[in-house]
């Protein structure tokens, strides 16, 4: 006589099914809540309070402060020991593209593939920016590329602000040389931190900042489009009205 209805095996393998599809799930929506908040759990009604304007303590009395060029930085720097980072890193990322630049475009951090070959955004996020850029008429060699943090945090992690306090000024320096005429932020934990600020990605790409003195507009991280297609539209929309703005600076 056949059996019509489930066996408890079959019972139990569906429920394990649901489970994970459930964890799955929850998974990615919590991954999404960080790429737009951050690691802190916010109230349903989204609104946040932003940490009061931190003034930067300025450059360190060291000898790489004076260096004019981007290469001359660069190698006064590359050996930096200042965190626990540089003991762990394979490569030290100090940044790529056009040293007179019109656009700056920062990270927060290399990952695996940029740690092995010395350059930022080299893995999928990266090939994924050189469309994003091409689509806006860059090549990836007209724009500067670089990262809050010069070395890998261990598993991809968030920069911690002892990281953020030794490795920013590297940046400040290399910004310094380049004299942007725009800056893009490349999702919410560089955007926080050169704006010394705790708002969510959501309301840091409603309008133009300022940085000192430059305009910086701020996207979505391309990792984070990899993760979440449906932001590729309004990184779509970030984007041309950062080449719009862009092209007003340069006609200036």
Same mark, same amino acid.
């Given at each position: 006589?056949?059996?019509?209805?489930?066996?408890?095996?079959?019972?139990?393998?569906?429920?394990?099914?649901?489970?994970?599809?459930?964890?799955?799930?929850?998974?990615?929506?919590?991954?999404?809540?960080?790429?737009?908040?951050?690691?802190?759990?916010?109230?349903?009604?989204?609104?946040?309070?932003? *940490? &009061?304007?931190?003034?930067?303590?300025?450059?360190?009395?060291?000898?790489?402060?004076?260096?004019?060029?981007?290469?001359?930085?660069?190698?006064?720097?590359?050996?930096?020991?200042?965190?626990?980072?540089?003991?762990?890193?394979? &490569?030290?990322?100090?940044? @790529?593209?056009?040293?007179?630049?019109?656009?700056?475009?920062?990270?927060?951090?290399?990952?695996?593939?940029?740690?092995?070959?010395?350059?930022?955004?080299?893995? =999928?996020?990266?090939?994924?920016?050189? *469309?994003?850029?091409?689509?806006?008429?860059?090549?990836?060699?007209?724009?500067?590329?670089?990262?809050?943090? *010069?070395?890998?945090?261990?598993?991809? =992690?968030?920069?911690?602000?002892?990281?953020?306090?030794?490795?920013?000024?590297?940046?400040? *320096?290399?910004?310094?040389?380049?004299?942007? &005429?725009?800056?893009?932020?490349?999702? =919410?934990?560089?955007?926080? @931190?050169?704006?010394?600020?705790?708002?969510?990605?959501?309301?840091?790409?409603?309008? @133009?900042?300022?940085?000192?003195?430059?305009?910086?507009?701020?996207?979505?991280?391309?990792?984070?489009?990899? =993760?979440?297609?449906?932001?590729?539209?309004?990184?779509?929309?970030?984007?041309?009205?950062?080449?719009?703005?862009?092209?007003?600076?340069?006609?200036?």
């Amino acid at each position: 006589m056949s059996n019509d209805h489930p066996s408890s095996e079959d019972d139990h393998e569906h429920v394990a099914q649901e489970f994970a599809q459930l964890v799955t799930g929850v998974q990615q929506y919590l991954m999404q809540e960080q790429d737009l908040f951050g690691n802190i759990i916010y109230p349903a009604d989204g609104h946040l309070e932003s *940490k &009061k304007e931190i003034p930067s303590a300025g450059y360190p009395k060291e000898p790489w402060t004076g260096k004019a060029s981007l290469q001359e930085l660069n190698s006064a720097i590359c050996e930096c020991q200042k965190c626990p980072l540089g003991a762990t890193r394979n &490569k030290f990322v100090f940044g @790529v593209g056009n040293p007179h630049a019109g656009l700056v475009l920062v990270g927060e951090a290399p990952g695996a593939d940029e740690d092995a070959q010395g350059e930022p955004f080299v893995g =999928r996020a990266g090939q994924l920016l050189n *469309k994003i850029l091409e689509a806006i008429n860059f090549k990836r060699e007209d724009v500067y590329i670089c990262n809050i943090l *010069k070395c890998r945090p261990p598993n991809n =992690r968030d920069p911690q602000p002892a990281e953020v306090e030794q490795c920013e000024p590297y940046l400040w *320096k290399q910004l310094e040389i380049i004299k942007p &005429k725009i800056i893009l932020c490349l999702g =919410r934990i560089s955007a926080q @931190v050169l704006l010394k600020t705790t708002d969510s990605l959501t309301k840091l790409r409603e309008g @133009v900042h300022d940085y000192r003195g430059i305009p910086l507009m701020v996207t979505y991280h391309p990792a984070a489009l990899l =993760r979440n297609p449906n932001w590729k539209r309004p990184t779509w929309e970030d984007v041309q009205r950062m080449r719009k703005m862009y092209d007003e600076l340069k006609s200036k």
